[in-house]
């Protein structure tokens, strides 16, 4: 038995190719099958089957187009919020053999009603489980988030105790391979390692060791989490199935004559305008009405402050940075990419151009300490971090907004008023900074280094 996993920069998603005497299956597929195609060819193996542990909310499944490309069946489980069309539908006890592998389907509902983990046993061995895909219900040192039904929010939280009782019953060697790392939106409390097992996770998981139904639940319903607006999206284009496969691309760049229709379409909001370059580039100089999300980000946050219905032109340094974000954006569903650009106008007092571009300004934590020694009421700082991180600790005189809410609570904060975007490192924050300007807000500054800068200081 061979595992391959496959990791979503961004989104943290983990998928898999499980592999034996010359089978395999893929679990929870990304929908640029290629990478699981040309990894079956390598291990010389035929992919006999896909299974998908639920319905995913943050990118759109593989599922249907590995299984339209190989002719191959999808496997999901039942009780979904609406008809998966293009797969069968599977419950507790069914069983799929590939090669020398049995698997063996568990109900396990509570993220999502259709959660299933996948249960292996390598028969040439042992029928004991080895193995167990677990999806979103359980994570390296968390489990799976509850809120996706409002209205069922007790009722769902304790299908996942109960879930987890019945993964209890597994052997503790099982080796655990669930469906996100570190830094996804489905869990705040991952530890940094993409496996573990099942005896590890009861010993040390903190929500496992809870064993009290109902203390679970008010574990469970104390919790904060974020609904990106796009989640509802890929819910739909999930129940449907998205049979068209995406590949890696390479980018155009835009011609010159498109380039310089650039600030009118802005100006009519016409396009959308991703600057992914990095922060102390953006920061120096970028395009008015530009929106920075670098990296990662471009997942975490993309579906928060992009829209379908315009297309997105990317602001980048080289073309793999820009073919990178692409992959992002269309695992997210976004497919009006027209093209990327380098060119930043540079400040030459012609006030026709400098009218375009723009930069952010940045203070450091010194400053910063002195405004607090004499606060002023037109200048306030803008906390955009996650509300578990302004628990732990909040600098006075700030307001909190979670970044991904800024487009939702814009009417909240003073256009007269100077922000001064805070979050961990900077980054986030320069992400809400270019966000507030591109919405009209001028008076909007960056704390450079942010958290980090502001115990340095303190430390020192």
Known sequence: MRVVSFKANGLAQLSYLVSSAG?????????????????????????????????NEDFISGGAALGEDLDIPVYHGINADAKIAYAQSVQTND?????????????????????????????????????????????????????FYPEEKEKVAGMLFDSLQALSDLPDTT?????????????????????????????????WKIKD????????????????????????????????????????????????????????????????????????????GSVFLP????????????????????VSDTPAQTDDAALQLQRMGYSWLPGYITDIPVRTGDEQVDNHVDSITLVDAQTVA???????????ILDVRKHEEVEQKMLPHSVHIYLGYLFSQLSDLDPNVRYTCFC???????????YLKSRG?????VFSGSLAAWEALHES
């Open 295 to 314: 990296g990662g980000l471009v997942s975490a946050y993309g579906g928060w402050f992009l829209q379908y219905d315009k297309p997105v032109i990317i």
């Open 175 to 207: 080796i655990v391979y669930p469906a996100h790392g570190a830094g996804s939106v489905c869990g705040s409390g991952m530890a940094a390692r993409e496996f573990t097992t099942l005896g590890y996770e009861k010993r040390h998981n903190p929500a």
């Open 424 to 434: 961990g490192s900077g980054l986030r924050a320069t992400v809400a900074a270019s």
């Open 23 to 55: 089978e395999a299956f893929v679990v929870d597929p990304q929908r640029d099958i290629d990478q699981y195609l040309r990894e079956a060819a390598n291990q010389n193996v035929s992919i006999r089957c896909v299974i998908e542990t639920h319905r």
């Open 213 to 288: 139904k109902q203390a679970f639940i008010e574990k469970k319903l104390k919790e904060t989490h974020y609904y990106a607006p796009y989640f509802e999206n890929m819910e739909k284009f999930n129940s449907v199935g998205q049979s068209k496969r995406i590949a890696p691309i390479s980018m155009p760049r835009l011609p010159q004559s498109e380039i310089a229709a650039l600030p009118e379409q802005v100006e009519k909001n016409e396009i959308q305008l991703l600057d992914i370059r990095n922060v102390d580039a953006f920061c120096a100089s970028y395009r008015n």
């Open 95 to 147: 069983t799929v053999s590939v090669g020398d592998l049995l698997i063996t389907i568990m109900e396990t509902p509570g993220h999502t009603k259709d959660s299933i983990c996948v249960c292996v046993s390598d028969t040439a061995v042992s029928q004991e489980t080895v193995a167990v895909f677990t999806g979103d219900t359980l994570f390296v040192n968390e489990v799976g988030r509850t809120d």
């Open 441 to 445: 807000f001028s008076n909007v500054e």
């Open 370 to 380: 002195q405004r607090l020694d004499n606060p002023s009421e037109d200048w306030q």
